[in-house]
């Protein structure tokens, strides 16, 4: 028999290959204008995604500074990542304090919040406007300059800590406390998680607070046994995107330090130390391995929330 | 006459210039220069740069400039990004620190063989030739030359009764001036400059030593480090400088130093930045040299060139290029828009015709300069790459780490010194 390319089936039998091509051009007819919808987005999602995460997966193996084409050292990257970068350990454990930290503070705000905007006060699209309104602001130029005028030493929150007799330190550019006025920024920008577990409260039927509170439960009884329950689902999905963000949050370091990570990399997230890496000191290649070790890190742990999300979250059906 | 299209004819229109992009087809004027250009500043240094390119194009019509301009930290990335693309701009500002490593790679051009015909250099000063030089080969031309400098708020001086320093001041009478200060009470006398490179260059070569050897080994000591942070040691715990939560708060812009923020009467910056440190202050400001360690002691300042013009490796417009350049760093007309504000012209001629039209201020900058006396020393090699790591993180690090009480400087100095030469044996 000879050996013929992939696709040429000059003899295969006719009925099969009817089959075939009528298969794809149904599946044509019945999905072609979807697809054609969604050309810009594939397009997107191949040649902006996928193309440039491929490269960077190359470009981890090799030394690459933008002036010169890149040149392959094996695995020397993730060898000295793993082994000589005091920076990369620093970067990891400022991460992951502010991940521990900053997403169970910012989720139990969200859910306190949300839970007295549940309330049928009148007005609630101006109250949910209102506290929606620090996440617009984002990491901006404005909330540097806010940040200091309030944690500086001689900031707004020192002047009241004056009045009952605290001398306080000057948070924002102290290694010890620094870190913290990152997480505070974090908590404070609620307004997306609080906007879902709005949506989920909603969604809980009303006749069983009903039934409950006929059957005598208190309030805190009903939002043990049905309010979390119920909102398990919205929690998790929350609790996955908020660990996500964490883990990748960059802007509030880059503008509070001016991309330093100082004071004493006290606030050296991972992106940041990466971006320095990359732009700071022209170091692609090394820049890429530590994005790809970030981003198996990052997918380790939402494969964890994943898993144990059988233990704790439930589903209607 | 109206000129009006109809749909059809502007769908046409439209897809007919697409399709010439898309073969790289431009509407091009034969006989037009297209020059791009590209620098780091801020909006005045392109107001004054945009109106050089103007009498440039008007005096030679057939150049046409394109120029674009980005703030420092946004500048490096992409002018890499550029370059590693193969799309540089032909005229690219370039700095001290970077002009090495462009040049090892070819990614800027040498600029020898357009020496004497469309670059005049003849009427500029010797060290600002060779500060542009790599390997004995011109890769930019300066652009003005300036020195480190303090910024001293003269107010603060004269309410705490304490004579203005000027170019004989020591560290010692810095010290002296504590006790009047701190009565005062509004601010100290200096900001902690422990974690300032030029200043512990200016402390080394004042000690006969220096950063950086010709081949780019460290050329200090741990002993040297250990005593530089027992210096700043002593001033902290005397109060004589800041303390280390308010210097952390400085971070980089000037609008964050000690001095703008009125924490300090003096910081360390350069003679250039005089007009910027001025226009974010209301207490008057002037200039005068770093601290000297003794009496006497000579050398620490030397006159680098601020920023030079280079031209593109991958340029094919080297001459064009090169005749804008010595237009740019020649012309009377264009340097008199220039002014100072890219550093001291190195053209004896230019200086000496602007002189007389720079601001008040303009001028204490030219006088600065041009009579550093015997604080003046030769301008050492340029950095070798990867130092940038070492000015930007290692030396702020190991000064916060002294400042905070994690190390002292017993044990930061030879830490010091080994992390340094870990960052600089690093390839890539």
Redesign the interface.
Known sequence: MTVRPLGVEADAPTAGRTVTTSGWSRFWRKNGTGYAFLSPWLLGFFGLTIGPALISLYLSFT??????APTL?GDANYVRIFTADPKFLQALRVTFFFVVFSVPAKLVFALLVALLLNRGLRGLPIYRAIFYLPSLLGASVAIAVLW?QLF??DGLINKLLALIGITG??W????RYALWTLVLLSVWQFGSPMIIFLAGLRQIPQDMYEAASIDGASRWRMFRSITLPLLTPVIFFNAVIQTIDAFKSFTPAFII????G????STLFYTLYLY?EA?????M??ASALAWILLIIIAAFTGLSFLSSRFWVHYDS | MSLRFDRRQFLLGSTALAAAGAVGLKPAFADDTNLRQIFWGSKARADRTTGVNDLFTKANPSDKIATEFYAWNDYWPKLATMTGGGNAPDIIQMDYRYIVEYANRQAIAPLDAFVGKELDLHDFDQDQVDGGKVGGKLYGVSLGANSVALIVNTAAFKEAGVPVPDNNTTFDDLIAAGAAFNKVGKMKVIQDASGVEPALENWLRQRGKALYTADGKLAFDAGDMTEWLNLWKKMRDAGICVSPDDQALDTGPLDQTMVVLGKAAITFANSNQLVAFQALMKDPVTITAFPRTAKGSKGGHYRKPSMFWSIAGQSKLGSDSAKYLSYFVNNIDANKVLGVERGIPASASVRTAIAPGLSAQDQVALNFVSNLGDLLGPIPPPPPSNAGEIDIDLMLKKSQEVAFGQQSPEDAGPDFIKQANDILARKG
């Open positions: 030394d690459f500074n933008l002036l010169q050292v200091r500086a030493g330190p000057s924002i550019s102290n290694p330090s001016s991309g330093t100082n004071p004493i990399n320095q732009f700071g000191y022209f170091r290649g090394y």
